[in-house]
């Protein structure tokens, strides 16, 4: 099957990372295709020129096609990129495998998803995940982009840099040329277990700092301040880093550049973030009121109206730290009041002593 478009590149997932990309892209001269699950989504970005679903405000290039058919937006592309939330990632690949220019390994590909695969064999990182499924030609020649990001800003043309990670150099500068802007600053790494960790990781984290933070307005308890979250972003990017070490990443400063440090700070302080926004509704709102535990929580997880990708990463870095005997006390306690047998209060009170 051939694809009776034009379009070079596909990203498969719309939601507003998937459009600001494409939107970077197309902005650039481009033609790209943009596969979406909800028919409503394709019909507003056909139409009308934007996806008010998941990136409101923000007039998109006439460059981007829609479509919902996941094999014809697959199909013969020379890039292709994967930006599906984590809990949907694997269904999707495993939906492409028969198409031609994918199983003799023509297209490049590249993935945008943030989080870790639920596997048979456990957690584990994506990229790897995604090997086992894909042709043996894309055995170390994917590339994982992340970095200190968010939809919001780089679609309205704020400066934002970002981490192009493969073990292939050359996929990795292709993806780098094919993304960079005089707006958008994309540099190349081999560690690409360490960017994928730090990038999954800081969510939970996030979430910790969101709770913090409403705490703090609340005046609950006047004892967090500026220097608190300070200490917490610290202590939460040594348990990042010890994850990273664990699961094999092989460049220390991967946790001081911007994929570490640079992502953690802005998942945790922007007001964009969904799983800082998560953090502050658990204590704001009790948002964690309805659901039993953290298994019924992920299994529901649509009823919260927005997709907070560390509730996720919470209980796969639970079972990773006890595979690999890490004490990650912030990261643990999250997965405490979660699962609802501790109380955020009780956590800083916890990691406090």
Not at 11 to 20: H, M
Not at 31 to 53: G, K, P, Q, R, T
Not at 160 to 175: C, D, M, R, W
Not at 298 to 306: H, M, P, V
Request: with cysteine; hydrophobic share 45%.
């Amino acid at each position: 099957m051939e694809s009776k478009f034009s379009e070079q590149i596909a990203i498969l997932g719309s939601g507003a990372w998937g459009t600001a990309v494409a939107q970077v892209i197309a902005n650039k001269g481009h033609e790209v295709v943009l596969w979406a699950f909800e028919s409503a989504v394709v019909e507003d970005i056909n139409n009308n020129h934007c996806n008010s679903y998941f990136l409101p405000g923000v007039l998109l290039p006439e460059k981007i096609r829609a479509t919902n058919d996941l094999i014809e937006a697959a199909t013969a592309r020379k890039f292709l990129i994967f930006a599906s939330p984590s809990l949907y990632l694997l269904s999707t690949v495993k939906k492409i495998l028969t198409v031609p220019s994918i199983r003799e390994g023509e297209t490049i590909i590249a993935v945008l998803t943030k989080g870790f695969l639920s596997t048979a064999r456990g957690p584990r990182l994506i990229v790897e995940t995604l090997e086992d499924y894909l042709p043996g030609f894309y055995r170390n020649a994917l590339v994982y982009i992340a970095g200190p990001s968010h939809a919001e800003e780089v679609s309205r043309g704020k400066i934002t840099g970002l981490i192009a990670a493969s073990e292939n150099p050359k996929n990795s500068i292709k993806f780098r040329d094919l993304l960079k802007s005089n707006r958008l600053l994309v540099f190349s790494s081999f560690d690409v277990k360490g960017v994928q960790t730090a990038a999954a990781a800081k969510n939970v984290i996030a979430i910790v700092f969101g709770m913090l933070d409403a705490l703090r307005e609340s005046k609950t308890l006047d004892i967090f301040g500026d220097g608190t979250e300070s200490l917490l972003l610290a202590a939460g990017l040594n348990e990042i880093q010890a994850l990273g070490s664990a699961m094999g990443s092989t460049h220390p400063q991967t946790f001081s550049s911007i994929s570490g440090v640079g992502d953690l700070d802005v998942t945790c302080r922007s007001i964009f973030g969904r799983n800082r926004r998560f953090g502050k509704e658990i204590i704001e709102n009790d948002i964690l009121k309805p659901f039993a535990d953290l298994d019924d929580l992920l299994t529901r997880i649509s009823e919260i109206g927005y997709l907070p990708e560390g509730i996720a990463a919470a209980k796969y870095v639970k079972i990773l730290a006890n595979k690999y005997n890490l004490k990650m006390p912030i990261s643990l306690g999250l997965y405490d009041i979660l699962n609802k047998t501790t109380t955020p209060l009780e956590l800083f009170e916890r990691i406090l002593k």
